[in-house]
């Protein structure tokens, strides 16, 4: 059986945007897929070692609410997607000066993810 291949695209870094890419990428991962994972200008702070998840406006019992019942943080989903395979990228952003990774990840113009979305069984943005 030939392997799938899995674009996610994190677009976001609040916490109820940063989830979605991260439980799909896991998800896919675990079933043997290939994963691409991207970041964009808005969701890259999701790499960064000072990320601190914070939901948007009105939501901000979901922190309790994931703390209530032992939800992973995205640091720690982030790091499982990695363990599994996922190959991390940003998109269209110079970040050599500032964030201080958690994970390496390729820096790749949006051409270069869109080809590869093009090409993948599945691809999703959040």
Same mark, same amino acid.
């Given at each position: 059986m030939e392997?799938?291949?899995?674009?996610v695209m994190a677009l976001h870094d609040q916490l109820e945007s940063?989830?979605?890419?991260l439980n799909v990428a896991v998800g896919a991962a675990s079933s043997g897929a290939d994963v691409i994972?991207?970041?964009?200008? /808005?969701?890259?702070? =999701?790499?960064?070692?000072r990320y601190v998840s914070v939901p948007s406006e009105d939501l901000e019992y979901l922190s309790n609410?994931?703390?209530?019942f032992g939800v992973s943080s995205v640091h720690d989903l982030l790091g499982i997607a990695v363990e599994m395979g996922a190959q991390l990228y940003v998109v269209d952003l110079d970040?050599?000066? /500032?964030?201080?990774? =958690?994970?390496?990840?390729?820096?790749v113009p949006i051409k270069w993810l869109?080809?590869?979305a093009a090409s993948?069984?599945?691809?999703?943005?959040?």
């Amino acid at each position: 059986m030939e392997k799938k291949k899995v674009v996610v695209m994190a677009l976001h870094d609040q916490l109820e945007s940063a989830y979605p890419p991260l439980n799909v990428a896991v998800g896919a991962a675990s079933s043997g897929a290939d994963v691409i994972l991207a970041f964009s200008r /808005r969701g890259v702070n =999701i790499l960064d070692k000072r990320y601190v998840s914070v939901p948007s406006e009105d939501l901000e019992y979901l922190s309790n609410a994931l703390n209530d019942f032992g939800v992973s943080s995205v640091h720690d989903l982030l790091g499982i997607a990695v363990e599994m395979g996922a190959q991390l990228y940003v998109v269209d952003l110079d970040v050599n000066d /500032r964030f201080d990774f =958690i994970h390496p990840a390729e820096q790749v113009p949006i051409k270069w993810l869109l080809n590869e979305a093009a090409s993948a069984d599945l691809f999703m943005h959040f």
